[in-house]
């Protein structure tokens, strides 16, 4: 695939981003985009490797070593139809995937891995640009009905899917637009919100319907939408917060990063009505976790003017390269640096914190931390406090980015849905259904937080089920199962 000798003559190179002082003066996208000679030749170093380990490291199974050798040879719009083969949205996860592709890359066991992420972010934007991505309406109608519960990645894939297989799918949003956390969550500096509109527009046009400002569970009863549709797939998220259980942690500046987060989607989006609003402006800023939501915080914080961006994480700092007991091809937890990282922040490892300060009026004025080591002990590691390095620090916003615990229960209760040991909707592995006849789950619902990429892969893999719970059988493809376009 690709040039035979291209990983021997050119080096890995990816998308340059603007400068900070100017990119961080808004909330557009930053990225430069790369020549397309450059493009071919990141394509070029995809090896005739044998046996493609990225498929593997892909969720979706997308047909990555020929997507690169059809960019390679500026076969553009035959990239596009293979890459949209087996993922609905590349446009997402070509953006917001930490591409865990590119870690299984034959390539990269000794030398840079292919720039697969930043290759099919460019081949659906030429898709997109040359009028390649059309509404492909399904030719008949098998007269089904199918609500899809949750507008995230998870739940536009499962629609799109079982609208081509001809049912007649409503998705239901309980925010004011679709998109989930890809709306109200991701940062518009990471991703402008018009790429969802887009393909929203053209979802709608193959014949989904969408129906926002509902609360399925509150606005409707889930017994009443499972009485009115044939199936019903939950892709509701993972979207319990995790607390931090300390003295202060009731003061005004203590927030969570989904308050904090969305309600400046909405701000960049013109809604005036925010309720009360936070803000980092003049601040002493502590970001409470090192993941991407954490990263996220970090960056819209900058580009509110805080005075200062301070971040903690409990885990020990990675490695820039791989640890040996995370060998090739599985995913690495080593140091990642994010562009908001870049941006101006002070990063901080193996800290706890012990208690927010707060002045007479129930504000933050600060919190106080302490240094923490992780002791393997009867084969686990626990977390031990290292005595004497308590440390008192100034803060007037404090943002919780610690993860979700699980599904809000809500739509579960109604309808005595199983939930895991983990408080997710329980759901069968090898058919998605859960313990009531015809419900079904996907994405983080079913498994818990994840990546945008197995929401995807988790939306394909329930509507093959869900169609073969309708009709019998389904042509839907499972991953890996007749995947491979007509071209």
Known sequence: MGKITGFLEFERETEQYQPVKDRIKDYKEFTVEMPEKKLKNQGARCMDCGIPFCHSGCPLG?????????????????AASLLHATNNFPEFTGRLCPAPCEEACVLGINEDPVTIENIEKNIVEQAF??????????????????????SGPAGLAAAQQLNRAGHLVT???????????????????????????????????????????????KDIKADQIKADFDAVVLCTGATVRRNLPVR?????????????LPQNNR????????GEEILATGKDVI?????????????????????????????????????????????PMRLRTSSSHQEGVERNWRISTKEFLGDENGNLKGLITSEVEW??????????????????????????????????????EQLGINLDARTNIEANEDNYATNIKGVFAAGDTRRGQSLIVW?????????????????????????GDGDLPRI
């Open 248 to 260: 202060g942690s009731d003061l005004k500046g203590v927030v969570q990063a989904m308050d904090f």
């Open 375 to 412: 002791v393997k002990e009867n084969g686990r590691f626990t977390l031990k406090e290292i005595a004497g390095t308590e440390k008192e620090w100034k803060c007037d916003l404090a943002l919780l980015a610690l993860g979700f615990t699980g599904s809000e229960p809500t739509i579960a």
């Open 267 to 274: 701000r960049v989006d013109g809604i005036k009505d925010l």
């Open 455 to 479: 929401a995807i892969a988790e939306g394909r893999q329930a509507a093959h089920h869900v169609d073969t719970h309708l009709m019998g059988n389904s042509n839907l493809p499972l991953k």
């Open 129 to 150: 640009k040359n009028g390649w991505v059309k509404a492909n309406p399904p030719k008949e109608r098998t007269g089904k009905t199918v609500a899809i519960i949750g």
């Open 287 to 331: 970001v409470i976790g090192g993941g991407d939501t954490g990263s996220d915080c970090i960056g819209t914080s900058v580009r509110h003017g805080a005075s200062s961006v301070t971040n903690f994480e409990i885990m020990n700092k990675g490695t820039t390269a791989r640890p040996t007991n995370q060998p090739w091809p599985f995913w």
């Open 62 to 78: 997308n047909l990555i070593p020929d997507f690169n050798d059809a960019v390679y040879r500026g076969k553009w719009e035959k």
């Open 171 to 217: 998705v239901f949003e309980r925010d004011e637009k679709v998109g989930g956390l890809l709306r109200y969550g991701i940062p518009d500096f990471k991703m402008e919100k018009h790429v969802i509109d887009r393909r929203i527009a053209v979802l709608e046009e193959e014949g989904i319907l969408f129906k926002t400002s509902t609360h399925i569970g």
